[in-house]
């Protein structure tokens, strides 16, 4: 196996993203294959017995075990980190996995953590459930007003925990403010950068210390594998996180990690083009509906901050009908072309009512809180001509009197 022509990492790094995204991390076999290699291999073998110790003590490069390295998943590593602009990346098994390991591998009893309010129901699960278990404190606020970020930090806060935009909320974190606070006072900014990806914010270009993905979502973009990330320094992943991946084992599988190798070539396609759908949906729906959560529309209380961050709005928005869980449901029961489904970031259009599905783990206190309300609907917006997403919507709106 060896980096294919011109690849040394000096040259590749000069790649711009949308390069990166369809060579970055390439490794060729003696075979010269075009389409990278899926190595389905648990373990390795070696000419001799020094080779292998070598390789354990750190002192050759090469594979040792799938729970510490695999090709396949290492050139998914590099081809992320590339894109990312980040030093270094560790795939997981899932989006969860890398929340959890990004949080876990630098956390101790003691710690505390301020995180956003709005956030993916597993992602305030462990803040609210599985952190403080451990005797980790968290405290959670509304993550778009800049000084309460500032007033919720004590001597022992180490990580500030967020998404932006926010699942299904579309709350912005003003990316700049957050992480560069967090650098003052020496905590580690995570964010979860699942619903924009490095197509659209580049989170480490505005300080980030951490980002983490589940690349389920706009990665795959075909709704076909779980599959997770986390990007950061060097020192971070070599020392940090590799511990407690290399131990604990939430691993992704090789052949997982290629089908998310072939999906990032298409990713800044699919990325730019839903977001130019999701904004003609938006704008269709923004004169029928009451409340509109989408940032791509002057409407949204953050759209300048967040076209200061992002290069486009991105696939997914939400909006509020007044009828609540029961006209939300008919909606959801109406529409024909796009499909009921809590998946996002696929190529296919899909819609949940996030109350009763992405966010019905956690209280209806927690859900009031962050402002899922009942007459909420998430809706991504994938690759079909969008003047045949109007027209389906446009027919189960009228189904439900709007
Ligand atoms: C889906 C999602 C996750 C979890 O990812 P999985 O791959 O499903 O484990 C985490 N954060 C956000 C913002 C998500 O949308």
Redesign the pocket.
């Known amino acids: 196996m060896k980096r294919t022509t011109g690849q040394n990492r000096s040259i590749t790094r000069t790649w711009r993203p949308a390069t990166q995204a369809v060579r970055g991390g390439t490794w060729r076999s003696e075979q010269g294959e075009t389409s990278e290699a899926i190595f389905v291999s648990s373990g390795y073998s070696y000419d001799d017995a020094e080779t292998v110790a070598a390789r354990f003590a750190g002192e050759q490069a090469g594979m040792t075990y799938s729970r510490l390295q695999n090709p396949t998943v290492q050139m998914l590593e590099e081809r992320i980190a590339l894109m990312e602009g980040a030093e270094a990346c560790r795939a997981q098994?899932?989006?969860?996995?890398?929340?959890t390991t990004a949080l876990l591998c630098q956390l101790k009893t003691g710690d505390h953590v301020v995180a956003a309010r709005a956030?993916?129901g597993?992602?305030r699960w462990l803040t609210d459930n599985l952190l403080p278990k451990f005797g980790i404190e968290t405290t959670t606020i509304d993550a778009r007003d800049n000084d309460a970020w500032k007033a919720a930090i004590r001597p022992n806060t180490k990580v500030f925990f967020f998404?932006t935009p926010?699942?299904p909320t579309m709350d912005i974190v003003d990316l700049a403010y957050v992480c560069g606070l967090a650098r003052e006072n020496g905590i580690t900014s995570v964010v979860?950068n699942?619903?924009a990806t490095s197509a659209l914010q580049r989170p480490l270009e505005f300080g980030a210390d951490v980002v983490?993905?589940?690349?389920?979502?706009m990665m795959d973009g075909q709704g076909r594998v779980?599959?997770?990330a986390v990007c950061g320094s060097q020192a971070f992943i070599d020392e940090v996180l590799l511990p407690f991946q290399r131990n604990t084992g939430p691993n992704l599988s090789p052949f997982n990690a290629w089908v998310i190798l072939k999906a990032l070539e298409t990713l800044d396609l699919r990325a730019k083009r839903q977001s130019e759908n999701a904004l003609i949906v938006g704008k269709f729906l923004e004169g029928r509906v009451p409340k509109m959560l989408h940032p791509g529309l002057p409407s949204h209380p953050q759209h300048n901050l967040a076209m200061r961050q992002m290069s486009a709005c991105g696939p997914i928005f939400s909006f509020i009908l007044d009828g609540g869980r029961k006209q939300a449901m008919a909606l959801l029961n109406a529409i024909e072309l796009i499909d009921i489904s809590n998946?996002?970031?696929d190529s296919r259009s899909l819609m949940t009512h996030p109350s009763s599905t992405?966010h019905s783990g956690l209280s209806e206190d927690v859900r009031a809180d962050m402002g899922v309300e009942e007459g909420m609907l998430r809706i991504n917006i994938g690759l079909e001509d969008p003047a045949d997403l109007i027209d389906d919507l446009d027919q189960a709106l009228k189904v439900v009197g709007l």
């Open positions: 098994a899932t989006g969860m996995a890398a929340m956030a993916f597993s992602c998404e926010a699942n979860d699942a619903f983490a993905y589940s690349a389920t979502k779980l599959a997770g998946n996002i970031g992405t």
